[in-house]
């Protein structure tokens, strides 16, 4: 029995947001089931929710005489949650209040479910003290506000009051519900951190990487009940400190060969990989065996190292193998060329010439690339959230790969 969400729309320009947000929820396995007032009916139509749900949508009006008379008792029946966004200043003043003049409030009434809200105004009327108050009343019945978040909006001014990212409230959405196991029975290899190819026994070739965003990675995947094995290099804070969740089997590899070595002994068994670490290009040839005497110039010899993906990428047969491109200049260019020429399923592209996102951050804002020719945006998020989006791609692709080798038995 799949879980189901309520997903309330009110009248706002994000409102075309929320059939985004309904398709995300239903690609990890959600019923979704929406309610419209009638002001979201004049940005969108109930239609785009029936056809992309593929169930009939609670609409404001009261039933006619002839139709059911206690849909909107009976529309929340087993839901799990309510999500209202976009969340208008009209809807959070008449919740704050009680008020049942429509389906959609009734429903919201009688319910008895979590609520989760994520406003979407203008910034005056947002900041206004009856809004601010309302929020307040509903925040201290429980309900759960996503956002507002800053930004240009729809009035053409800029501030707080724009409904917050697709990811973000589907994140939120999704660790409230918590629990849902979509990634049970997948086997994850992810690789994190930053390769060090030693010069000397005290010093070595580095890079930047954290390796926070491939933990992220192995540890959403790992709260979605997938069996996770992390191959890490150096990771920033070291691993013990980031707390390596249960449920992660760690294998520890410096160097760009001890890595290959570590991945090609796991990749057998795997069913998706995301190779999220920062691995050297190159390594001293021959590192020295004592501390090098300090002298006014050193020359390093660097030979290349193995390209791991790309050498696992080339056997992979029904596995999903996704990469990361960190890039400075001509992302998607760049990114496009990777993903075939390491025969990749998927590829991670990130800026990393901007500070706010990326190396050391918190936060990362992506495109994926799919070998199917999809282009997908993640907008700046944390690496939590990104990671969810990665794998939500990953493995509908693995999923894809599997229906075909099983065809149904007619
Ligand atoms: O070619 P580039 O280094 O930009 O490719 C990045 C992707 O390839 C990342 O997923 C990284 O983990 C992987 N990589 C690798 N072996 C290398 C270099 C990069 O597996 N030697």
């Known amino acids: 029995m799949k879980d189901t969400v309520i997903l309330v729309v009110t009248g706002s320009v994000a409102a075309y947001k929320s059939a985004l947000l309904a398709r995300r929820l239903m690609e990890r396995g959600l019923l979704v089931k929406v309610a419209m007032t009638a002001s979201a009916e004049r940005f969108i139509t109930p239609l785009t929710f029936e056809a992309l749900t593929g169930l009939p949508v609670l609409r404001a009006g009261f039933p006619q005489s002839g139709q059911a008379p206690m849909e909107h008792i009976n529309f929340s029946r087993g839901a799990r949650l309510v999500v209202i966004a976009p969340a208008t200043a009209n809807t959070l003043g008449k919740l704050a209040h009680g008020v049942a003049d429509d389906s959609i409030l009734s429903m919201l009434l009688a319910c008895g479910l979590p609520v989760m809200a994520a406003p979407a105004m203008n910034t005056q009327m947002y900041k206004h003290p009856a809004v601010q108050s309302n929020i307040s009343t509903l925040a201290a019945r429980g309900v759960t506000f996503i956002g507002p978040s800053s930004g240009s909006l729809a009035c053409g001014e800029e501030g707080e009051g724009k409904m917050e990212d697709v990811e973000t409230i589907f994140a939120a959405?999704?660790?409230?519900?918590?629990?849902?196991k979509d990634l049970a029975g997948a086997r994850l290899l992810v690789t994190a951190g930053g390769c060090q190819e030693p010069i000397d026994p005290v010093r070595y070739i580095g890079n930047r990487s954290s390796g926070k965003m491939g933990l992220a990675v192995a540890r959403v995947a790992a709260g979605r009940g997938a069996e996770v094995t992390l191959v890490a290099a150096h990771m920033e804070p070291s691993l013990p400190g980031t707390g390596t969740p249960e449920g992660i089997r760690v294998i520890r590899a410096q160097t760009a060969v001890e890595m290959q070595e570590a991945v090609r002994q796991e990749f057998?068994?795997?069913?998706i990989l995301v190779m999220a670490a920062a691995?050297?290009?190159?390594?001293?040839?021959?590192?020295?065996?004592?501390?090098?005497?300090?002298?006014?110039?050193?020359?390093?010899?660097?030979?290349?190292?193995?390209?791991?993906l790309a050498s696992v990428a080339l056997e992979k047969g029904d596995r999903v193998v996704a990469g990361f491109a960190a890039e400075t200049e001509d992302h998607l260019a760049s990114g496009r060329k990777k993903l075939m020429a390491k025969n990749l399923d998927l590829i991670v592209i990130n800026d990393v010439s901007r500070g706010d996102i990326g190396f050391g951050s918190d936060y990362n804002e992506v495109t994926l690339l799919t070998r199917d020719g999809k282009k997908i945006e993640i907008a700046r998020a944390t690496k939590d959230v990104v990671a969810g989006a990665v794998l939500d791609h990953a493995a509908a692709i693995w999923r894809a790969s599997q229906a075909m080798e099983q065809p149904e038995a007619s």
């Open 173 to 180: 959405v999704m660790e409230k519900l918590g629990g849902v």
């Open 268 to 271: 057998v068994r795997c069913d």
């Open 279 to 308: 691995v050297s290009d190159y390594r001293v040839e021959s590192p020295a065996a004592e501390k090098v005497k300090k002298k006014s110039a050193m020359r390093l010899d660097l030979i290349e190292n193995p390209d791991i």
